[in-house]
């Protein structure tokens, strides 16, 4: 995430259909992973996704002859943003989606500006805990139990599988203010920020994936449905989706562009029933909009706003996010 002084708004038609392309990009990750874990391992799926994402970033960073960070301090705090909005989430969702359904898991990623708030109020001191957010924050977590449907008692794969997808939405609430508050005014471009913490990310899952889950398979032992939804998720959804994100922050305006959070699980629930036939039960649609609601008004939607310094957002990668999934 970098911090960006947002230029006046282009038109509708300028920005528009890149929004709507990055909401489906990010809301069809969903889908890939749901492939991709049927034949790997979740860890192994995230250190292909990771690396393909990686070498993509790369790729344009040499094509536009930007270049990495070179200050220890930034490497160092981009190793906290990689594990946390990076390397855990994206496996999270791996195992999550191994026990749930791909749009249920896209719901749960919409409950990150939920948990980025409190802890951006309490432990990193980037934000101020205001009446209208705290109504917010109470509508949100209520959705948050919707979802869940915890009338209907706790336990289980599907129950555990929901709650791994809620811990990688509650890893970018981590790394999106950690991120805010020890990067965001680093000179860098938030494209070598992000090819950076992709590397780091990379290398933290070579590391641990042999020993989590033994060594990945090549790819000519897996079926060409999952090595296309690997593919896709690194270099699009991993990759070029942040430098579609960055254009949206740069014509849109940041605030504007962070409402693709909104249609990510749209696209997810569209997605996943059109694919693989997958179904909710009527709580889990009740609950994301209650959800929705509550990020709306946290983030001031209702009402009026002053205006404030853009910050653009790449958990996933770019998280911003957006991050994301």
């Known amino acids: 995430m970098t911090a960006d002084i947002t230029p006046d708004k282009a038109p509708l038609r300028a920005w528009l259909p890149g929004f709507v392309a990055l909401a489906a990009i990010w809301g069809s990750s969903f889908l890939f992973i749901k492939v991709g874990v049927a034949e790997l391992h979740p860890v192994q799926l995230t250190l292909y996704r990771v690396t393909t994402g990686a070498l993509t970033?790369?790729?344009?960073?040499?094509?536009?002859?930007?270049?990495?960070?070179?200050?220890?301090?930034?490497?160092?705090?981009?190793?906290?943003?990689?594990?946390f909005g990076v390397a855990v989430p994206f496996t999270?969702?791996?195992?999550?989606?191994?026990?749930?359904?791909?749009?249920?898991?896209?719901?749960?990623?919409?409950?990150?500006?939920?948990?980025?708030?409190?802890?951006?109020?309490?432990?990193?001191?980037?934000?101020r805990l205001t009446v209208r957010r705290a109504i917010g924050l109470g509508l949100g977590f209520l959705g948050v139990l919707v979802v869940l449907g915890v009338w209907e008692g706790v336990g289980g794969a599907?129950?555990?599988?929901?709650?791994?997808?809620?811990?990688?939405?509650?890893?970018?609430?981590?790394?999106?203010?950690?991120?805010?508050?020890?990067?965001?005014?680093?000179?860098?471009?938030?494209?070598?920020?992000?090819?950076?913490?992709?590397?780091?990310?990379?290398?933290?899952?070579?590391?641990?994936?042999?020993?989590?889950?033994?060594?990945?398979?090549?790819?000519?032992?897996?079926?060409?449905?999952?090595?296309?939804?690997?593919?896709?998720?690194?270099?699009?959804?991993?990759?070029?989706?942040?430098?579609?994100?960055?254009?949206?922050?740069?014509?849109?305006?940041?605030?504007?562009?962070?409402?693709?959070?909104?249609?990510?699980?749209?696209?997810?629930?569209?997605?996943g029933a059109l694919a693989l036939d997958e179904r909710l039960n009527w709580h889990q649609p009740v609950g994301a909009l209650i959800v929705l609601l509550g990020v709306a008004v946290a983030q001031g939607m209702f009402g009026r706003r002053r205006a404030r310094p853009a910050i653009g957002v790449p958990a996933v990668p770019a998280v911003e996010p957006a991050t994301r999934g």
């Open 92 to 127: 999270l969702f791996g195992y999550g989606e191994q026990r749930v359904e791909s749009m249920l898991a896209g719901i749960w990623n919409a409950t990150t500006p939920l948990i980025v708030l409190p802890l951006a109020v309490l432990v990193f001191r980037t934000e």
């Open 158 to 271: 599907h129950f555990t599988g929901q709650l791994m997808c809620f811990g990688a939405a509650a890893c970018y609430g981590v790394a999106i203010p950690y991120q805010k508050r020890f990067v965001a005014g680093s000179a860098h471009s938030g494209l070598s920020l992000s090819a950076a913490q992709l590397l780091l990310a990379g290398a933290q899952l070579a590391i641990v994936t042999p020993f989590v889950a033994g060594l990945p398979p090549l790819p000519t032992e897996l079926s060409l449905k999952v090595v296309a939804s690997v593919l896709t998720l690194g270099a699009l959804g991993t990759g070029l989706a942040f430098v579609i994100n960055m254009r949206n922050i740069r014509l849109a305006g940041a605030s504007t562009a962070s409402t693709v959070t909104y249609l990510i699980p749209l696209f997810a629930v569209l997605v």
């Open 57 to 83: 970033l790369l790729v344009v960073l040499a094509v536009l002859r930007d270049r990495l960070p070179r200050e220890p301090r930034v490497w160092a705090h981009l190793t906290v943003v990689a594990a």
